[in-house]
C-alpha cells in the first residue's frame, strides 16, 4: 500500500503563493485518487482538491477554485498542492491521503491512508 509525507508547509503573509507537496513512497499512485485536506481546532478536515491518478483529472473545493490548483508528477510520484492568493483563513494543518475509490471524494472517511500533515500559517 501506498505511504504519503507532505511538505511545504510555512509561514507566509496574505495574498503570498506556496506550493505543498505529497510524496509516494511506493512506485505509484496508479490505484489511487489522491486528496488534500485541511484541518484547523475544532472543526472536522475540509477537503480542499483532488486528483484521480490514472488520468489527472482534478477536483477542486468552491471556497479554493480559483486560487489552489492539484497537479500530479508521474515521474516522481508525487502530487502538488499550488495555493496562490492565500488568505488567512487558509491557515491549517493540510494532509494528502489516498483513497481506492476511482472517483475524487470530498468525504474524509473515503481516504484509507494519509500523510503525517504539514502546517501552513498565513498571518495578515
Known amino acids: 500500500q501506498v505511504q504519503l509525507a507532505e511538505s511545504g508547509g510555512v509561514l507566509v503573509q496574505a495574498g503570498d503563493s506556496l506550493r505543498l507537496s505529497c510524496v509516494a513512497s511506493r512506485r505509484s499512485f496508479s490505484r489511487n485518487t489522491i486528496g488534500w485536506f485541511r484541518q484547523v481546532p475544532v472543526k472536522e478536515r475540509e477537503f480542499v482538491a483532488g486528483v484521480r491518478w490514472p488520468d489527472g483529472q482534478t477536483s477542486h473545493a468552491d471556497s479554493v477554485k480559483g486560487r489552489f490548483n492539484v497537479s500530479r508528477d508521474n515521474a516522481k510520484n508525487s502530487v502538488y498542492l499550488q495555493m496562490n492568493s492565500l488568505k488567512p483563513e487558509d491557515t491549517a494543518v493540510y494532509y494528502c491521503?489516498?483513497?481506492?475509490?476511482?472517483?475524487?471524494?470530498?468525504?474524509?472517511?473515503?481516504?484509507?491512508?494519509w500523510g503525517q500533515g504539514t502546517q501552513v500559517t498565513v498571518s495578515s
Open positions: 491521503a489516498a483513497s481506492p475509490d476511482w472517483r475524487i471524494r470530498s468525504y474524509a472517511k473515503s481516504y484509507t491512508t
